[in-house]
């Protein structure tokens, strides 16, 4: 088959995939012609027409589906179509409230089906050399990550589809096994997109937020035997399983890849061949020190807001203290152990700034789950609180959160290109560089649109 | 026109294209016209930074959405209300009051996306193509061949690397007989089973970046050819062209004449000859524990170490703790037949030391056992016997550190040299007559702008001089004024025995535990590569809780039939 004949195929499939998917909305109840089959098949043609020529796979797929959809709603029935036919302004919240049922509408059903419709297709048609793919590693290895993950939901006292029919045993059971199976699904999906900790990190994230509209969202009212309720009130209620999802996403995206690097050492390259000029602890020691100054950095940055907001006699509370001299130097501590920890995590993973500003905001959204959400209630001793009211409080520190992360992510970077060009003489140092950058295609910035859009929007609109 | 103007054209288009976006978001904060404006800057300026198809489409579009949330906050979280004079809208209900300007921000930044590579594809097509300035021609690289693979060759390859970072402007290469630098401050502790021989050591390639190494030696030098013929470790001869060509081939033992001394003598010059030095005398140690006959078993454990300079002295030394040390192992071996004897010709040993220094060294020396014969010359040498000027010695054990001379590879040069063999130059290291051709360290005779007299042999110079003529050597390539070589010595640092050393520094003395200390911390800071410098302190530490190494590890007969 030419070339062309595929691509018009592929704008078929797709725009069927897509209107497919807006006309389920529609039938559940969600949007109406326009901004449900009409829309859906839109997005599909333009969403055909933008990775035209791009070989990607199903988890690539899937994640570019998402960020696409959350984009072609905000676009579309949140701003065009709102302003057009209700008469509303562009993305007003009230608008936006009503719409996030749609939303989750866009993304379970035209979304996901879509990105991974063409990445199937995508797949399908592929004729190239392509990374190596292991059945058994991705369900065995991504089993267990998901299995370990799914203790997060023991801390919110649920399990992930409870409740669920039969008793505690069979309850516990069915709540196993559909952590097992998320987790080799993930590791079906994304074995050849993910690398290293620290990005890993941002697929389970994801993984994690598209799971609770898959879950909690969709699959468990289903379950109880009762209809689909995507409503502002019934996401605003699940916003603690959210967080529970996110977590769960993390763990699993790091259990992922530790896991990973365990089987492989095992039954794949126990001794890489690819010997580096510096030795692992020279590499991992030049990792922390910049991320520390990184952290520094961003610390620095996010205090400005801390110190506006009041908020760092708080942070003294975690040393005994109460002053805001010992906020801040509290507060700089635990900048520095995290902004070494990302060191730790993505060293060598973003080959310039706009990349790592990517990741960094995505970090620092983690972080604002992980810290703000979580273990600063913990340490104060506080019961933490995940509902969608204890996320509006912590609202303030998210903008600062995402400062952080960025200006850490900026920092540690400039220090990576500014080792690399002094690095640049060793022909050696350039091999392990091309060696080790991410090949085109990556769908990693859709993911940051993703993560970051749903992580940043559901805290404003559903509180 | 200017790629960086077209990126910016080419940017504030496609934000006006999408302004509206902002205009009907971020604008009702703002007002329509400062959204405007704001969509044109922000989108000129993203676009500056690379050429926006070079990213793939769809990348560039989610990349660019992305940055919509920190534009969103520093936009119309911090900066529009600080512009308004009010405080930034950090609480959750000012925040979500500003939504909309987050979901227009996102939008608009991926309308940018959208719009930037579209506009650079029909640019492209249409107009014409990103103007990439074609760099100029580069003339051919200048070939720098430096010659040894010491202290003095080594240090000035680092130094043109360091000076020339990435520049194609030169081609460096070095030539060295070992693929390793020997760092020669601590030979005696490997002779003296302190360290381990390979941790002073410093592989040549690891430690240089883009510097060829040619293992080989060097056989000949044609300077109207500039050629220097290689031999090559395994295989032919290698012709290497060169513009520029360092010497830096060091010096060899000089045994002054004596036939039967550079037979029966241990030379003190490489890892080999203390690995050689170790090894024999745990040898003599485990024959005499078995020798019936006490004249034989006192010849057997009879060291002597010809010469009283900082070699001789630091393994006099040496070898004086690891044999007493041995003495426990060995308990058919009397202590009182145990003998480490230094020789020397002057009236007192270390002349680099100011006299007091230099006794109080010998003092030290002699109450922890070493015998001394002053003013006694090593005149001949068998295999059971030293011959000195006032009588013989029985041993089987003699190393020579009495006297050394340039490589004499450098007099069939056909250069100037001094009486001791060693290349002259002038103070900018450039060999004297020629303008292609520089000489340091101990192959060469240096005049020092800063005392007026001739640089001594030492590895402290060495160093210096390297720094010095790499500095010149980039001033010719690039065109610049030579500097003449100056330096001030710090000093001298001489360990005489375990905890037991003697440093003279700027004018100041120091001794005993305090000058060993300094003498382990200046030369582990001199050490190359924080690898050797671990090792190194490791072996340091173990010695403290265990005694020294007696096992005899190293093979060095050759090999009959291989192909080493």
New interface residues.
Partial sequence: MSAAPSFVAQLGIAALLGGLGGGVCLALGYGDVVSGPLAGGGGGLLFAW??RG?PIDAGEGLI?GL?FAF?WW??LP??LLA?WSAGA?????ST?RALVPLLIGYLVCVGAPLGLGMGVWSSWRRTGPRDAFHLPRALVVGGLAGLAGSRVFATVGETMLSPLPGGDTSRLLQHLLAAAVIGAVYGLLFQRAVRGLGSCMGWGLAYGMLWWCLGPMTAVPLLRGGAIEWSVERAADAYGLLVAHVFFGLLLGLLYEAVDRVWQALFVESDPLHRE?E?IG?RFTLALLWGAVAGIVGGLVFSL?ML??GILPYVASLAGGSGEGLGFVVHLAISTSIGMLYGALFARQTPD???A??WG?LYGLIWWYLGQLTLFPHLLGEPFDWSILGA??A??S??GH??YG?TTAGVFVAFELWYG???????R?RARVARAGRR????A??L??FA??LG??LP??L? | MHRFLRRALLGALSGLLASPILSLTVGRDTGPVPALLLAVVVAGALALPRRPAGRPRPELLMEVAALGVPLWALVDVVAVPLLAGDPPRWTAAAMRDAFPALAGWMLFQAAVGLLLHLADDLVTRWIAPEFVPVPPPRPRAQRIVILGGGFAGVSSAEHLEHRFGASAEVELTLVSETNAMLFTPMLAEVAASSLEAAHITSPLRTGLKRTEVVRGRVVGVDLDRKIVSVQMAVGEQRQLAYDQVVFALGAVSNYLGMAGVERHAFDFKSIADAIAIRNHVIDCFERADGEQDPVERRRLVTFVVAGGGFAGAELAGGLNDFTRGMLAFYPNVPRDELQVLLVHGGERILNELSEPLALHAQQRMTERGVTFRLKTRLKDATADRVVLSDGEVATRTVVWTAGTAPNPLLRALGVEVDKRGAVLTDATMRVKGRTDEWALGDAASIPNAATGKTCPPTAQFAIREAAQLARNLQATVRGGALRPFRFAPLGALCVVGHHTACAEIKGLRFSGLLAWVMWRGIYLSKLPSLERKVRVVVDWTIELFFPRDIVQTIELAPRTGSNR
Avoid: F, H, M, Q
């Fill in positions: 933008l990775l791009r570019w960020a984009l905000l676009a949140a701003g302003a302004n562009a993305c007003e919240l936006v000029p030795g020279t807001p506006d907001t700034l706009g990349i500003v990517g905001l509006s409080t609202l303030p998210l903008v995402l400062a960025a060009r002094r690095r640049a003489v060793d022909p140092y085109g295609g990556s769908p910035a859709a940051w649109v970051l859009g940043v929007l404003i609109v509180g």
